[in-house]
């Protein structure tokens, strides 16, 4: 029966170690382990999330890289596109004005030439009457002398303008 | 005896918890009862003039005032321990070798003007005049004698304050750890650390829920490294059985008790005295069920944790015993293999008890704050 019989000296002993071991623990052991502990807890809980975002940032990265290479890779080959067309609207603009540009100096050339010419024959036309009439002057002074020297004479100034 | 204990536990268990690893706690704890029921008959069957197997034993688990570690009678090494006790005249106190070893009333010690004997390590005041102590077999009373209110440094007592040393040696060392580094500690204290957050993770935080049991914490902590520790320490050669003692075991269930009362809220006060849900006439009956129930929570944990430890120190004792019963040394080659295997099953014993301890006062504690969902 003794084994079951409780002892008061030996209980209040027990309450009185316990009650002393739980606050003492309390205050200088579980508070601290276990704020250690849960501190620990989150920044390795944190960690690993922010090694995740990490992990996704790099990836959103890479593609964005991708992306904007992808993006480069077509503007470089539209102004690759726009510079050939540049080059060939350029060129035919070029051939056009310079065809438009010909011709018009070719016509201003024909309006001069045309001119010119007209200005010559007029000039030509001229000379011919004032050397006609000269000669005529000429024939007339001469006329009655002899008709043989007339002739002559006509020949010779004939040959004059032919000369001329 | 052990019978009714079983009936407890088993009703207890079922009726609060199904989870593979209780039932395997429990079969363990059943076949220990039925092993130390079986060990305690044959200890009482067998009365030998020259070795009372059933003394020795009661010697090894009970409590006493002195250290005993080897020898008898006056050539026995036995740690003095100082014998604190409150009487009619006040406190006296002396060292416990002052009685010489003598457990039979024979010996008596005067102190305060007092006469004090040591009757199987119960220390008993001589009524005044009196000069030796007259003791009634048949009653088991004390005629011209009583006992004061002992508050001895006993044996248990020495050893329950050794247990709480070390404790805080060593989780004061834990603590001083995170002081110094944020890092996981190493070595010894990392296993203390993985201990701390086993009693979190695999006891508070199921049993009582991530609200509340912060608040809780420190007692399960503190209670199952105690038990733990004591535990192991009692598995020592010579060492105390402190978690084997009822007076402890008394204690220990109160606290959980306390902690229930204080902190259950309106919810557990009316599923214990008007249980909604249920016909009228059978509230009242399952009332008294549950208020019994209130304490029989307690006094199963206490009843567990003394019953299973004793046990375990009963068959290890009665198996070294049979070589002595018998007078054989033969013996020793079946027996002492068997009360190693029985030591390193203690080992086990020792984490499982203080594990179920501290699971249980978590989960009674779980039920008395719980927030019920009403229907």
Redesign the interface.
Same mark, same amino acid.
Do not use: C
């Given at each position: 029966?003794? #084994?079951? @019989?409780?002892?008061?000296?030996?209980? $209040?002993?027990?309450?009185v170690?316990?009650i002393?071991?739980?606050f #003492?623990? @309390?205050k200088?052991?579980?508070k601290? $382990?276990?704020?250690?502990?849960g501190?620990?807890e989150a920044?390795i809980n944190d960690a690993l999330v922010s090694a995740e975002k990490a992990k996704e940032e790099m990836a959103n990265l890479k593609a964005d890289n991708e992306k904007l290479l992808q993006q480069a890779r077509a503007e470089r080959d539209e102004m690759l596109k726009e510079a050939q067309q540049m080059k060939k609207t350029i060129i035919e603009e070029a051939t056009e004005d310079a065809n438009e540009k010909a011709e018009r100096i070719l016509d201003k050339a024909q309006i001069t030439i045309e001119s010119e010419k007209k200005q010559a024959l007029a000039e030509i036309k001229s000379q011919v009457a004032e050397l006609s009439v000269q000669i005529a002057e000429t024939v007339v002074k001469k006329q009655l002398d002899n008709k043989d020297e007339q002739m002559t004479l006509v020949n010779k100034m004939l040959d004059d303008v032919k000369l001329n | 005896?052990h019978e009714i204990f079983e009936l407890i536990l088993s009703q207890q268990f079922m009726a609060t918890h199904k989870s593979s690893k209780i039932t395997v706690a429990l079969m363990l704890m059943l076949i220990l009862n039925s092993f130390s029921a079986f060990a305690q008959l044959d200890t009482e069957e067998v009365i030998d003039d020259s070795f009372n197997p059933t003394e020795m034993i009661?010697h090894h688990?009970?409590?006493s005032h002195g250290w005993h570690f080897l020898g008898e009678g006056e050539e026995s090494v036995t740690l003095p321990l100082p014998v604190i006790l409150w009487t009619d005249k006040g406190l006296t106190s002396f060292m416990s070798s002052e009685f010489h070893h003598d457990v039979e009333g024979e010996y008596v010690v005067e102190s305060n003007g007092q006469k004090f004997v040591n009757y199987?390590e119960k220390i008993y005041v001589l009524n005044e005049g009196e000069e030796a102590l007259e003791f009634d077999e048949e009653t088991?009373a004390a005629l011209n004698a009583n006992r004061p209110?002992?508050?001895?440094?006993?044996k248990?007592?020495a050893s329950?304050?050794i247990t709480?040393i070390l404790?805080?040696l060593m989780?004061?060392g834990?603590?001083k750890h995170?002081?110094k580094s944020?890092?996981?500690p190493k070595g010894f204290k990392n296993i203390l650390?993985t201990l701390?957050?086993f009693v979190?993770d695999e006891i508070a935080i199921p049993q009582i829920g991530e609200k509340k049991y912060?608040k809780f914490?420190?007692?399960l902590?503190?209670?199952f490294f105690?038990i733990w520790l004591s535990n192991l320490l009692g598995l020592l050669p010579g060492a105390a059985n402190v978690t084997g003692?009822?007076?402890?075991t008394?204690?220990?269930g109160?606290?959980t008790l306390v902690l229930i009362l204080v902190n259950a809220n309106k919810d557990y006060w009316q599923h214990v005295f008007w249980m909604p849900g249920i016909p009228t006439p059978v509230k009242p009956i399952l009332a008294v069920v549950e208020i019994l129930g209130v304490f029989t929570k307690p006094i199963a944990l206490m009843i567990r944790l003394?019953a299973n430890i004793?046990a375990g120190h009963i068959i290890i004792l009665s198996l070294i015993g049979l070589i002595f019963i018998l007078e054989t040394a033969g013996v020793a080659a079946i027996s002492v293999p068997f009360a190693l295997f029985i030591t390193v099953l203690e080992l086990l014993v020792a984490f499982l008890q203080a594990f179920i301890f501290t699971m249980l006062s978590a989960l009674f504690i779980g039920m008395a704050v719980q927030e019920h969902e009403h229907h």
């Open positions: 029966m003794d #084994l079951i @019989t409780p002892e008061y000296g030996l209980f $209040v002993w027990q309450v170690v316990m002393i071991l739980i #003492l623990l @309390t200088f052991a579980w601290p $382990v276990m704020k250690a502990v501190e620990r920044s | 005896m009661m688990i009970s409590d199987h088991h209110f002992d508050i001895s440094i006993t248990n007592v329950m304050l709480a404790l805080v989780f004061l834990l603590a995170y002081k944020k890092a996981a650390e701390v957050i979190r912060l914490m420190p007692f902590l503190t209670v105690f003692n009822i007076s402890v008394i204690a220990l109160l606290f003394f004793t």
